[in-house]
């Protein structure tokens, strides 16, 4: 018994023994992944107060087949996740978008969407607004057979829709903003809050049409902060009537000094 166990770790040694060369070590050597990714921030359109309401997302770019789509079908499946705690939480913000399957192409600017069910006059605006915040990709989505553009929901639409900046984002003096309006006389105002909730700059802003014609605005407020702090933009109508506030939204930004 003692001579076959010794000839039984003899045949142990050797077999754990041989060439190095042909047997390796052991370890495992794997081919290191260089694939960059590139990411891509989007605007989803969500409602607040059953008006479009625009939220930033960052996507992976298309690549592809899908690259001549670009980021339109990133952003229509952030669109059908739903919204995120904050976004519900924080901003009230709602969705009339199902989870449900869906069937999407983009053809020459022409996105066709095929969801099943059917879909409110609210999730047909959320969904042309998400998929043509590019014009130069897509420029009108065709729903359920019927061809749709932004100017089909004006009443989902609010009078100020700001789509730059968007809420939590880092902005630095001066505020550059943009988007559409629809207002008396094409004006409005705004003010910029800091931390404290006070008012550290205001003033209007006129876009390029208004009293039922929707026109494009931008802007660039300079103001003051020391260090960085949160605070917002707000943007209202003053009523023509009584100069109270109308349509108010504040916007929750990170203000840079």
Same mark, same amino acid.
């Given at each position: 018994m003692k001579r076959a166990l010794l000839v &039984? #770790?003899? #045949? &142990? &040694?050797?077999? *754990?023994?041989g060439d190095g060369d042909a047997t390796g070590t052991g370890e495992t050597t794997t081919e290191e992944d260089t694939t960059e990714v590139t990411m891509r921030a989007v605007n989803v359109y969500f409602l607040r107060d059953g008006k479009v309401w625009p939220v930033s997302r960052d996507v992976v770019e298309s #690549? *592809?087949?899908l690259e001549m789509a670009g980021f339109a079908h990133a952003a229509l499946a952030e669109l059908t996740s739903g919204l995120s705690d904050d976004e519900e939480s924080e901003l009230d913000l709602t969705t009339a978008v199902p989870e449900a399957d869906h069937e999407s192409s983009i053809d020459a600017g022409v996105a066709t969407v095929e969801f099943d069910g059917e879909l409110t006059a609210e999730a047909r605006a959320q969904i042309v607004f998400t998929l043509t915040q590019d014009p130069q990709e897509v420029t009108s989505v065709e729903i359920d057979g019927q061809s749709y553009t932004r100017a089909d929901f004006e009443e989902q639409t609010p009078s100020v829709l700001v789509e730059s900046p968007l809420a939590y984002d880092e902005v630095s003096s001066p505020l550059n903003a943009r988007g559409t309006a629809n207002t008396f006389e094409a004006t409005f105002s705004f003010e910029i809050k800091d931390s404290e909730g006070e008012v550290i700059a205001s003033d209007f802003a006129t876009a390029t049409s208004g009293s039922g014609m929707r026109g494009t605005f931008s802007f660039a407020q300079p103001f003051v902060v020391e260090g960085a702090e949160a605070g917002s933009l707000v943007v209202f109508e003053l009523s023509a009537e009584d100069g109270s506030r109308m349509n108010e939204v504040e916007i929750p930004l990170e203000l840079q000094g």
């Open positions: &039984l #770790v003899a #045949v &142990l &040694l050797v077999s *754990g023994c #690549v *592809g087949p």
